[in-house]
């Protein structure tokens, strides 16, 4: 076999002495490549921890460790490789199991390899180094979920601060202006306030400037800098364009043409053509008032009153260049006229530090909340990481990690956020070329798709040049490129090179963070190469035969996805990929329809399917037995309906709430009896048990499962019993608060795969939901979907400047009672159009790049006489603009298709259930009965019990240090220290006042027994037969054994004695005898089973064992009869 | 000594234990199973009664055997320890991003803890010290001396004290010691064996290494499969095996315990009677998570958190509190409805104020007869700071006078017991600094989550499913090992940020190596376990990839992938589940779901229906039918300052007043501007004043009643800062404006009502928000908005909203009293809406100018509204957005719809 057309670059990749920044196009291998290098430097390095991988998500995490792991597993068992890469890898990984003798099992499982994600590492870091971190230590990084909460309970804690201020206070009245430039509305505040917070990595240092600088003219001298930056960098472009036009290059001319003949413009024109300074945007833009429509094109018109021409000049010789003017050029010059000049006012400088205000004040809150929960969130993670590695060198790292890192590999680089960049920077410190340290990043900025998660494409590029570390330069990258393609077929390739390179992704804008094209060429490339159309395009729009094009495209996509699959080889897989959900629901429909089953893949919300609604009422009104709706909706639900009708009568019932309605129904109504005796098992358990227990009974007692399957199917079923496990996973125990839970962590949840689509090839899923899986056959509908939504303003801006400083600009929405968007504003949301289209042309290129072999494309338009008209800024209008003007063989395109008929498959039959196999508990060998517990007369028995006449827990602790001097006494035959007991008191509990006085009382209630002669005989360790504390078991019946601890045996001849010892004593104006009477009565039981137990244990009758008590308080032994 | 695995181990063990010896283990649960061994092998003789075994760990040994020693000095307790770390930072501070706080002493006890056990110094050590450390090295060396001071010592020194009390000959010895499972003692343990193996003869019987005869991988494609497939397992084996024989150890069980549970729960016999046992999980749930315990901790969240209503209101509904639980939760619950509808959020005294105002009978339901709710719950607040004695005595004095706790089951007794032995120390151990609420909360909720409490169980019986650590040194016949991924064994390295690197070196678990090595030795142990293992692992979670423990390769030679399918190839074992059996059911037969209402019989309809519930019944009938004839309305939402609702009737309230004074003081005819707008102040005032409140702008809290100030703010125009006119002004000047041209407001709020038609099986009634007049063109009936308005097409095309054509035909049929005399000659009669939405936005919009004719539109009004009529009056309620649904879109009146889950729409699909 041929080698692929770069392998010299994939050789080159895998030199370890060197730096990389490898461009990898789809398909073309990079995760192997990375497995590839790691494992290489394995068998080169001191230690293992020296390499760090970086991902940006676990499932990359997962799969690089699984495959790196994997290969040196394989290598340590001496297996077979399976192809020649497999080989030359296994022969890598041999040399590194030998090279780490001693770290083997290192290399042998996963945890010990440091492959991690981003975020894993930033936690590595911030665990090992809480201080230098800024971060209490042992915080933990917060979910999604539980962040939003965090920032609730902020944001309340921030508003009720922001009013217990006093009116002039600058936080008061900056909420206040806000407030009202939002027409009063406080949610809104609040959400553009939260969104700040979660951002606010993107313009921390604005909010510095606005604290540090001494006044508003400083920061505002700040913004207006970036915005120049901006501008200059739209005019760059515009004159980069128009100076290749025949007019730009011959302007001196055209100009001293206009001035000979008096041209009115002649006077505002530039007599040469200006420099892209920001001051030089007026004359750009006389330029372009002159050359230019207000629609963008070129004049045709011209005159006085036309861009100020004199009046013939349409016939004159420079008319044409005029006329003529390339698109494009066009447009960037008209572009021009909306921009800002520098003595512009860009943005209502208050109203901006208003919000800037505010939003400093709420990331204050949130941060010191997290701080007091020792919680972070990601945004916080990356901070504080990146606090740890210092801003000049990242040498005390060393003190944190075990290992110097010396390698540093980072997959998917194009995702890159400018904190993460920032990251790498700092690990990097102090490296240099040859140092045997390398970096090897590898990516491909035409799939960078994650803008919304702060990646910056334009990092990808600028990491070209190589890695800039502060105050030492750049630390230099190879660049590569890769280009063989190893997942699709050639004319696939050849039609998407050409789709990107000459129409949706040619002359990249900078500004917009649009990237150039690579072309890629397929390998191997097969003889056979099929010579039929492997693309497909579908427009579809209004006419006689449809009425709803949606709804034609769906069952066309149904129809010729179940074709596809009759068509082609058992085993082909199709994706159905999505830019958006917005349609979802009509595929799915259409698919199911047909009886096709679908695996769909973080689409469906499973808070939105029906039957989980109805789980979620029945969690509702059993929370809140005053939500008369959630009630309602119980009584209507698939496990529980009655009809209206009936819902009449019972509304007319006297009880307020409906919980009560429904009770008192339930007497009259059979069918509402069932209901409430199904309630009734959970209603009195709900607070006690957790909601999901108790939902999932009352559902059960409903026949619940059954109902939802005959109506949604397994699915339903599926999908109502995630809905439980997430109730139960988020169960506080206070039913409100779970509830309240339950929506924040319902937003994230989709419904599971459904058991019906486990084995079909077809799978449905958004377009990043798809990135880095590949199919045979990919469909992609909805081409017509619009990147940029139309509709309101959006209350602020945030964007960065497309300057390499990439600094954070801002500009404020209009204000909602009255205004029209500011220059700024107008600036910054061309900015964030363009940036949004450009990722839009990355998201096409993604998923036309995850088919292998076929592609069918569809979309809506307008049926023009010209043909269809795909709406502005769609992918669609990029495909028929690209056929349009490339005429291809490698496409074909339908009006209107009409999908192969297909009879809907018939249902399955349901296998059914086999007779449950029988399973029994299993008896316990004994019950286990400690004889003390017998006097337990309730729950407060220490509370209770007759030994007080002092507080109870001193009385029990005296009794616990008295027995401990008894057994002392017996097994040394000495009292010990005063000191020494009230330590012990103390260490009990007693307060060292308290215990030094009892200590004295203790030990001389111990003398006195000493003096008297049961207990000196008792005690007597010249007698040897004595146990103190003595632990016996004995079986009280068959299957129950008591267990207790004897206080003193003592043997006496045949005869045995059992003494309980009893510190309390008798109560204020309590006789002696009254109470020891008492106190017999009340230990009998535990007395009598202890002397059952010693007989039994002895081998002796139990006429042999007295037994009694001796209270040490007064010297009196009693035994009983 | 050597077995080949543990049943040998215990059986040498059990040999050796003879009265008079002492066993020490390593864990709580093989001391507990070689007791219960003992114990099986006494009764197997016949005996009936013996000398407990003297089986101890040798954490419960040491503490006893110091205690017999009577030293002065003694091991402080854990609070003890955490209150001195407290005193300690106070002396030393800590580092200023840290704050001293309970999660920063605990962490500097467990790092305490884990340099005592290796034998490191906590003072410092060679190695240069990073500040951090070198504010660890000051701090425990402060803790030190205050502990000595106490006389007292950190209570993971126990073992050293212990050795030099055995050196001195202090501490009395049996005569002779077995240790069990002592492989890899910590350094200060090995100390303490050397220095007890110089004075009494000691055994040492150290784990096994295992191989089992037979040793299976099963790889599953999730975790809930994994265990899915295990269940099945473990119900086929228990036909065969009894079931405390059959072991199932989880290395990461914390993960796993939910997923086991609920299959378990799912699948097996949970007996009733307790003395059968399906199957035992070796650790509990944390006391914190009972309950009664988070019921019990309500109060002082209610205080430490603002006073929210959600946590008064969960009090008030908890089954633990008697006082309510008496009432009855559906009746107090009511109390929520009252502060949602005056949006209140928080704030106990406006909570109970509004309550006392609206609904005196439901105040009086929430207080005892001995003190008001207000007095019970303010006792937390009456001082600041106290001592944790005294706080909890407040907590239980609060208890007691709410009648908390009602216990309804064992869980709940052991729960509450647990609960009290940790105020109780709370009240021993501080008993002196004063702390404050949120401090005494911190502390309790701390002790709580310590706390595990064991779920009902017997080690003996049933199914065992233990952790790793409490595997060691058990033995079954059967044994599965769950959950073999990565990071499950090895675990991670703990992180341990108070340790340099030298300490990490030398301490277990802060390396990749030393976790390794654990990890190895425990994984040999736990295949010493049984003769027949199955390791089990699941190959992803999350559609991530998991890769596999190291061991895995090593032990499993060939391993085998399983899916559980339980829809399509069910199994005997999951056939037990009776959702399964429910549902199998469910899908043999087809359900038509929502099944069709049938029309409601009876007298459904009003004689009079107003215009706006006319409006609803023409947007969908069913909703008209939940509204207007059942009456039920969902819960109103808290909206973070104002409500769109309530917006709207304050606006209607301060424009009717000012017309209507207008006109009354003659300012409309004089239209003096400077008066009028001093006039829409009073009139905006009056309408902002609350029903309620205390002169405040309505009864809300503090937030509320800011808003109702901005909202002021937003319709008079802002007087500070940029000019930006008001809502109210800007429409006063478009008003002086058509004042200009003629008109005149003619009245506000006009009612008609009996506005029917032969074909009407009900007649209309309704209020004109403005009425106005102009000789030349006639009259106009107004409706303000303060939102968006329906379009004109919608109105007169589409007959969407009902509104304006009824008062245009009130108005022709004379239905409006008051202005008979305009009405005289034949007047153009129209209608609109006045926007009032933001202040660039104030329109005027009449629909149909003087010039058109209504008369076209009107009979097409009547004719729907005859149609609709007809339908409603048959009791026909479709959840139909009818009859203008195609033009307002279903999907759109479905969207703000609460009424979703009642019409079964959302099943229609
Ligand atoms: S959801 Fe739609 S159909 Fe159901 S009641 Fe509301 S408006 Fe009517």
């Known amino acids: ?1121 | 000594m050597v077995y080949q695995n543990n049943k040998g181990f215990q059986n040498a063990l059990l040999s050796v234990c003879q009265p008079g010896t002492l066993t020490l283990t390593s864990g709580g649960r093989l001391a507990r199973h070689l007791k219960h061994q003992y114990r099986a092998s006494e009764m197997a003789t016949g005996k009936m009664g013996w000398p407990s075994p003297d089986i101890l760990t040798l954490n419960a040994w040491s503490l006893e055997a110091w205690n017999m020693t009577w030293s002065l000095i003694r091991p402080l307790s854990h609070l003890s320890c955490l209150a001195l770390w407290k005193e300690a930072s106070s002396r030393i501070p800590p580092p200023e991003m840290f704050l001293p706080d309970l999660k920063l002493f605990q962490a500097l006890d467990e790092t305490y803890t884990v340099l005592i056990r290796h034998g490191l110094p906590t003072g410092g050590s060679s190695a240069p010290a990073t500040p951090l450390i070198q504010w660890r090295q000051e701090i425990m060396q402060t803790f030190e001396a205050m502990a000595m001071d106490l006389k007292g010592f950190h209570p993971a020194l126990l073992p050293v004290h212990l050795t030099q009390a055995i050196i001195a000959g202090t501490v009395r010895l049996p005569a002779a010691i077995v240790l069990a499972a002592f492989e890899a003692p910590a350094p200060i343990e090995e100390a303490l064996f050397d220095s007890l193996a110089s004075v009494c003869p000691v055994r040492r019987f150290d784990l096994p290494a295992g191989t089992p005869e037979k040793i299976n991988g099963v790889v599953m494609p999730s975790r809930t499969q994994e265990v899915a497939w295990l269940t099945q397992q473990l119900v086929m084996d228990a036909q065969t095996v009894p079931l405390n024989r059959i072991g199932v150890v989880v290395p990461d069980i914390e993960t796993y315990i939910p997923y086991i549970t609920q299959a378990f729960g799912e699948t097996m016999e949970v007996p009733l009677d307790q003395t059968l046992s399906s199957h035992n999980i070796s650790i509990g749930t944390l006391l914190v998570e009972r309950s009664l315990v988070q019921a019990g901790l309500l109060p002082l969240r209610f205080w430490t958190q603002g006073e929210p209503r959600t946590l008064l209101l969960s009090m008030l509904l908890s089954p633990y509190y008697g006082l309510w639980a008496a009432t009855g939760r559906d009746r107090i619950a009511r109390a929520d409805c009252v502060w949602r509808a005056h949006g209140l959020d928080a704030g106990l005294s406006s909570l109970l104020h509004v309550l006392l105002s609206q609904s005196p009978g439901l105040f009086a339901l929430l207080n005892s007869e001995e003190q008001t709710l207000e007095q019970a719950l303010g006792v937390f607040m009456q001082t600041p700071a106290r001592t944790g004695a005294e706080w909890v005595h407040i907590l239980e004095r609060f208890w007691e006078a709410v009648g908390f706790p009602v216990i309804s089951d064992e869980a709940d007794t052991g729960a509450w017991q647990r609960l009290r032995s940790i105020l109780h120390c709370i009240r021993e151990d501080l008993k002196t600094a004063d702390m404050s609420l949120g401090d005494f909360m911190g502390v309790l909720h701390h002790l709580l989550s310590e706390e595990l409490v064991h779920i009902r169980g017997s080690e003996e019986a049933g199914i065992q499913v233990l952790g790793l650590i409490e595997s060691r040194g058990l033995s079954f016949e059967k044994l599965y090992v769950l959950g073999l991924s990565d990071g499950s064994l090895p675990r991670p390295v703990r992180p341990l940020p108070f340790l340099d690197m030298w300490e990490r070196h030398k301490v277990r678990g802060a390396t990749a190596e030393s976790q390794y090595t654990f990890a190895q030795e425990a994984f040999r142990h736990l295949l010493a376990c049984a003769p027949d293992i199955t390791l089990t692992r699941p190959a992803e979670e999350s559609a991530e990839p998991l890769a596999p423990s190291p061991f895995w390769a090593e032990a499993v030679a060939e391993e085998t992938r399983h899916t559980v399918d339980l829809w399509n190839a069910p199994d005997r074992v999951w056939a037990r589940a009776a959702w399964l059996q429910q549902a199998k059911k469910g899908l043999e037969r087809t359900a038509v779901f929502p099944p069709a209402d049938p029309p409601v019989e009876g007298d459904l309809l009003p004689e009079t229906l107003s215009v706006s519930q006319l409006a609803i019944a023409f947007v969908c009938p069913f909703r008209f039918y939940v509204q207007a004839v059942l009456n039920l309305f969902p819960l109103d939402e808290l909206i973070l300052g104002i409500s769109p609702l309530e917006r709207g009737n304050r606006l209607h309230k301060v424009l009717a007043l000012f017309t209507n004074r207008c006109r009354d003081k003659g300012l409309a005819g004089k239209k003096d501007r400077p008066a009028m707008e001093a006039l829409l102040e009073t009139c905006s005032d009056e309408a902002l004043v609350s029903d309620c409140g205390e002169g405040s702008y309505t009864g809300k809290d503090a937030l509320g009643r800011h808003s109702w100030g901005m909202e002021r703010c937003r319709w008079m125009g802002e007087t500070k800062g940029v000019l930006v006119p008001g809502l109210l002004t800007q429409w006063l000047d478009l008003e002086l404006q058509r004042l200009d041209e003629g008109w005149r407001w003619l009245f506000e709020e006009s009612s008609f009502e009996g506005l029917t038609s032969p074909e009407w099986p009900f007649s209309i009634s309704g209020r004109i928000d403005r009425i106005d007049y102009h000789k030349e063109n006639g009259l106009i009936l107004w409706d303000y908005k303060s939102g968006e308005h329906p379009s004109r097409a919608a109105v007169l095309e589409h007959l969407a909203d009902p509104q304006i054509p009824a008062y245009v035909q009130a108005a022709k049929e004379r239905r409006i009293a008051g202005f008979e005399k305009e009405l005289e000659s034949k007047i153009h009669i129209s209608g609109g809406y006045i926007t009032l939405k933001t202040p660039s936005a104030v329109t005027h919009k009449e629909l149909i100018t003087k010039g058109g004719v209504w008369d076209q539109v009107l009979k097409k009004w009547k004719k729907a509204v005859a149609s609709l009529g007809k339908r409603l009056a048959s009791g026909e309620f479709r959840a139909e957005p009818y009859p203008v649904s195609d033009y307002i879109g279903q999907e759109k009146a479905c969207q703000y719809c609460r009424y979703g889950p009642l019409c079964g729409r959302n099943e229609a699909g």
């Open chain 1, 1 to 1121: 076999m041929t080698l692929p057309p770069d392998n010299e670059a994939r050789e080159l990749a895998l030199d370890i002495t060197q730096s990389h920044h490898v461009e990898a196009p789809a398909g073309s291998g990079k995760t192997m490549l990375l497995v590839a290098r790691f494992i290489k430097l394995l068998s080169h390095v001191g230690h293992p921890h020296e390499i760090l991988a970086l991902t940006f998500t676990n499932k990359a995490v997962g799969e690089m460790k699984t495959r790196i792991v994997g290969l040196l597993q394989k290598a340590h068992s001496g297996l077979q490789p399976t192809s020649r890469l497999e080989a030359a890898l296994l022969e890598n990984a041999k040399e590194a199991l030998e090279h780490h003798e001693a770290h083997r099992f290192l290399l042998l499982s996963p945890e010990g390899l440091q492959v991690m994600t981003f975020h894993g590492f930033c936690y590595t870091l911030v665990k090992r180094a809480p201080l230098d971190a800024e971060v209490p230590p042992e915080s933990v990084v917060l979910e999604e979920d539980e962040q939003e909460l965090v920032l609730d309970e902020s944001i309340r804690e921030m508003l009720h601060d922001i009013l217990s201020m006093p009116e002039e206070a600058a936080e008061r009245r900056a909420f206040e202006n806000r407030l009202l430039r939002l027409n009063n509305r406080l949610p809104a505040l609040v959400d553009e306030i939260k969104d700040l917070v979660r951002k606010r990595d993107l313009f921390s240092d604005l909010v510095t400037a606005l604290r540090t600088y001494p006044g508003l003219g400083d920061f505002e001298t700040a913004l207006a800098r970036r915005t120049g930056g901006v501008v200059e960098g739209f005019l760059k472009e515009a004159s980069e364009a128009f100076k290749t036009t025949s007019l730009g290059q011959r302007w001196d001319a055209f100009w001293s043409h206009l001035k000979e003949k008096v041209a009115p413009n002649a006077h505002f024109l530039p007599e040469n053509l200006p420099e892209t300074a920001w001051t030089d945007l007026a004359a750009w833009k006389a330029i372009s008032e002159a050359l230019t429509t207000k629609d963008g094109k070129p004049r045709q018109q011209t005159g006085p009153t036309m861009g100020g021409f004199y009046k013939r000049f349409g016939k004159g010789p420079w008319a044409e260049h005029v006329r003529g003017l390339p698109a494009e050029a066009t447009r960037l010059l008209c572009d021009l006229k909306d921009l800002p000049g520098p003595d512009a006012s860009l943005t209502d400088i208050d109203t901006l530090a208003d919000l800037i205000i505010l939003v400093a004040r709420a990331i204050t809150t949130y941060e010191r909340r997290c701080r007091q929960q020792h919680v972070l969130d990601f945004v916080g993670l990356e901070q504080a990481a990146l606090k740890t590695l210092g801003e000049e060198t990242a040498s005390d790292l060393q003190l944190f990690l075990d290992h110097r890192i010396q390698h540093i590999l980072v997959d998917e680089f194009q995702d890159t956020s400018r904190s993460q960049w920032t990251l790498i920077q700092r690990l990097c410190a102090g490296w240099a070329p040859g140092d045997a340290r390398t970096v090897f990043v590898v990516g491909d900025p035409k799939q960078s798709v994650y803008a919304f998660r702060k990646a910056e494409v334009r990092l990808f590029l600028a990491a070209k040049n190589g890695i800039p570390l502060s105050g030492q330069g750049l630390l230099p990258l190879t660049n590569i490129q890769l280009e063989a393609n190893f997942r699709s077929q050639a004319p696939l390739i050849t039609w998407t090179n050409q789709l990107f390179g000459r129409t949706a992704m040619a002359d990249p804008k900078g500004a917009f963070d649009e990237v150039p094209f690579q072309a890629s060429t397929a390998y191997p490339r097969p003889q056979d190469e099929p010579q039929t159309p492997l693309v497909s395009l579908n427009i579809f729009f209004k006419d006689n035969s449809i009425s709803s094009p949606p709804e034609a495209e769906a069952e066309y996509l149904a129809q010729t996805v179940q074709q596809v699959l009759v068509q082609r080889p058992a085993g082909t897989n199709i994706g159905i990929l999505l830019f958006t959900r917005n349609r979802l629901y009509l595929y799915l429909n259409a698919l199911r329809k047909i009886g096709l089953a679908v695996r769909v893949k973080e689409g469906l919300k499973v808070a939105e399917q029906p039957e989980v609604v109805h789980l979620y009422q029945m969690a509702t009104a059993l929370t809140r037995p005053h939500d008369d709706l959630a009630w309602v909706s119980l009584v209507r639900s698939p496990w529980a309906w009655i009809d209206a009708n009936l819902l009449l009568k019972i509304a007319r019932m006297s009880p307020v709430s409906w919980s009560q309605k429904l009770k008192l129904a339930a007497e009259q109504h059979p069918e509402i009896e069932r209901i409430e005796r199904a309630i009734d098992l959970g209603r009195p358990r709900v607070g006690r048990d957790s909601l999901a227990q108790v939902v999932r009974d009352v559902w059960m007692a409903l026949d619940g499962p059954a109902m939802v399957a005959a109506r949604f199917g397994a699915e339903g079923v599926t999908n109502c019993r995630l809905f439980l496990e997430v109730l139960e996973s988020i169960e506080t125990r206070i039913p409100e608060e779970t509830l309240l839970r339950l929506d924040i962590a319902l937003e994230t949840i989709y419904a599971p795969e459904s058991p019906d689509a486990a084995s079909t090839p077809i799978d449905l899923m958004t377009v990043h939901a798809a990135k880095g899986l590949e199919f045979d056959v990919v469909f992609l509908p909805f081409l017509d979907w619009r990147p940029l939504a139309v509709g309101h303003h959006p209350p602020y801006l945030l964007e960065r400047s497309p300057e390499p400083s990439g600094l954070p600009l801002i500009a404020m929405g209009p204000d909602r009672r009255i205004g029209e968007p500011e220059p700024a504003y107008r600036l910054l949301k061309r900015l964030a159009n363009g940036r949004k289209l450009g990722e839009a042309k990355r998201l096409l290129y993604v998923a036309i790049t995850r088919a292998r072999k076929e592609l069918y494309l569809s979309g809506l338009a307008k049926n023009t006489k010209l043909g269809p008209k795909a709406p502005k800024d769609s992918p669609l209008a990029w495909i028929l603009t690209h056929t349009a003007n490339h005429d291809t063989e490698l496409i074909s395109t339908s009006l209107n298709p009409v999908g192969p008929m297909v009879a809907p498959e018939k249902t399955k039959q349901v296998k059914p259930l086999p007779d449950p196999v029988p399973f029994e508990a299993q008896p316990l060998p004994y019950l286990f009965e400690t004889p003390s517990k017998l006097v337990d007369t309730s729950l407060y028995a220490q509370v209770t019990t007759k030994e007080e006449t002092e507080p109870a827990e001193h009385a029990a602790i005296r009794g616990t240090i008295t027995h401990r001097i008894i057994e002392t006494l017996w097994h040394n035959g000495e009292l010990p220290q005063t000191a020494s007991i009230s330590s012990a008191l103390a260490a009990e509990g007693m307060n060292p006042g308290t215990a030094a006085a009892v200590a004295q009382e203790i030990a001389d209630e111990v003398i006195a027994c000493q003096k008297e002669p049961f207990f000196k005989w008792l005690l007597d360790r010249t007698l040897p037969d004595g146990k103190s504390e003595y632990a016996i078991e004995a079986v009280k019946a068959p299957g129950t054994i008591q267990a207790g601890v004897l206080d003193f045996v003592k043997q006496d001849g045949d005869r045995w004695w059992i003494v309980d010892f009893k510190t309390s004593r008798p109560e204020a104006g309590q006789g002696e005898t009254e109470f020891i009477k008492e106190q017999a009565e009340y230990y009998l039981p535990q007395l009598r089973a202890y002397q059952d137990m010693l007989a039994k244990e002895k081998g002796v009758d139990t006429a042999q064992v007295r037994v009694g008590l001796y209270f040490t308080g007064f010297q009196q032994w009693h035994e009983i009869g």
